[in-house]
């Protein structure tokens, strides 16, 4: 990839749209699923295969991993990701096993003191936090590759994503992440691959006609969709054929969305969107513990609330109340829970966080 992407670029707020989105729909999906869980009767109103959201996460990160890593160089690079990544991994994994081993007889999770173990050998039983592992290690794998072999060219790039998302299919172990690396690898490159058409600021990406293309396909896709798998809700249910399909029809998805929020961020619309999406982190590490104690708190006191009332109220919750608690924590100081003290980070990083 060459270096034009370092030029100019377009505003990137809308970037924060995107994660504001998604987010959102991540904590739809959790509080939905707690109150199933919790045997109250409600149906799904967004017919998506669950992972649907987060390969956009990874799309996002692969848009900026060219810059940061050539900006860094790898030693670096690994060092700062880890201090983004696997410190709130660690610290907000460990907050969030206590607080389901303390109020397990309240929750609908039956974990012990031997699932922190399982941070390491398999996050996937952390709940959502795997995300955090696996973007990590899919972003070193990256960078390994890229500035031991690949040299940040394009072809390699694209056979091997294609390679390792063809083998997520077969390759089911969630020991150390394995499925989650091979499957969300391809989605990062390709973030890496449309850097450069999207963010110098003379592309036409957001002002193009490729929509007039783009869109019907991606319709047809989502007809096929409804008609073979809308009872799919997990990637492990579908067939061959439809794995293959989710990869276009995920990508084009996303494709969309950027051009949808890229138009609400340049007309100030909807501004609460950019305002969640910038607070995307905290709310990913903290929503599970605000839903899972709000259902419990509106299920014992006000049992005969309508079941999409009961849904509002925690995906409101589950948003809102960590980006709330993300700022006191910030104005009293507490800032080590969300990225290393300063001795920490002279250990992990040695010469200083790069600006």
């Given at each position: ?5 370092e ?10 749209y995107?994660r504001?989105?998604?987010?959102i729909?991540?904590?739809?999906r ?23 959201s987060?390969?956009?996460?990874f799309?996002?990160?692969g ?21 983004s ?16 081993i ?19 050998t ?35 790039n ?13 390759v ?20 890496f ?52 399909l ?17 138009k ?46 009961m849904?509002?109220?925690?995906i ?40």
């Amino acid at each position: 990839m060459s270096g034009e992407v370092e030029k100019k670029s377009h505003r990137r707020g809308w970037i924060d749209y995107a994660r504001g989105i998604v987010i959102i729909y991540v904590v739809y999906r959790h509080a939905l699923t707690g109150l199933i869980s919790a045997g109250v009767e409600i149906q799904n109103a967004i017919y998506m295969v669950q992972e649907s959201s987060m390969p956009i996460f990874f799309i996002v990160s692969g848009v900026f991993i060219y810059s940061s890593a050539l900006k860094r160089g790898f030693n670096t690079f690994a060092r700062f990701k880890f201090e983004s990544l696997m410190y709130p991994y660690f610290v907000w994994g460990a907050i969030h096993l206590i607080s389901q081993i303390i109020f397990s007889k309240f929750s609908n999770s039956e974990k012990g003191w031997d699932y922190f173990i399982y941070m390491i050998t398999y996050p996937r039983a952390i709940d959502q936090f795997w995300y955090l592992y696996t973007l990590f290690a899919v972003m070193l794998l990256f960078a390994l590759i890229n500035f031991k072999l690949f040299k940040f060219k394009v072809a390699p790039n694209l056979v091997l994503a294609a390679i390792l998302y063809l083998l997520s299919f077969f390759v089911e172990t969630d020991y150390f992440s394995i499925n989650d690396i091979l499957f969300y690898y391809s989605f990062l490159v390709f973030g890496f691959l449309i850097a450069r058409f999207i963010l110098p600021v003379d592309s036409n990406f957001f002002t193009g006609k490729w929509l007039i293309y783009g869109l019907p396909v991606f319709i047809i896709l989502q007809i096929a969709w409804y008609l073979y798998y809308s009872d799919a809700r997990l990637l492990v249910q579908l067939d061959f054929t439809g794995f293959l399909l989710f990869m276009p029809i995920t990508i084009l998805g996303a494709l969309i969305l950027f051009v949808v929020v890229y138009k609400l961020e340049s007309n100030n619309i909807l501004l609460f969107f950019k305002k969640i999406g910038s607070h995307s982190l905290y709310i990913y590490v903290m929503h599970l513990m605000f839903t899972a104690a709000i259902r419990v708190v509106v299920m014992k006191f006000f049992p005969s609330l309508h079941p999409i009332a009961m849904l509002w109220i925690i995906i409101a919750g589950g948003v809102f109340i960590p980006i709330m608690l993300y700022k006191v924590l910030m104005k009293l100081g507490f800032t080590w829970l969300f990225e290393p003290p300063a001795f920490l980070k002279r250990i992990i990083l040695q010469e200083g966080k790069p600006q």
